[in-house]
């Protein structure tokens, strides 16, 4: 697993054989590989199931009112891109909770272009 930087798109992680694993734009992960092999709505499916897992609450502030949920990733996917899928890293937060979180993405420590 390699991790670059893409101006354009701020980070980019390939698979070993250099393709595309995923993309994120200022933190958000905008492509995502998958074993079905394509540009997936593997992330929505998993999205509702985290969601539905957690019965759409934030797991922070308890609110059920908040309209706008977010998959937080509790190990940050920059360093765990394994953990992307792992719903055990995963927890239900309401966009105002997700937006105290530090960025784990712009904050991250990148060495040599490569993550292992
Ligand atoms: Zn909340």
Redesign the pocket.
Known sequence: MYIRMVPEKDIHITNHDGSDYCVFEKGVPIWIWDDRGGNSRAWGRFRRMVFERDDYT??????KE?KVLRVHHKKPVSKFPNLYYDIDNTTT??????RHIPKMVSSMKIRGGKIT
Not at 58 to 63: A, E, I
Not at 93 to 98: I, K, R, T
């Open positions: 934030c797991q922070k502030c308890g609110s908040k937060l309401c966009d105002e909770c997700h």
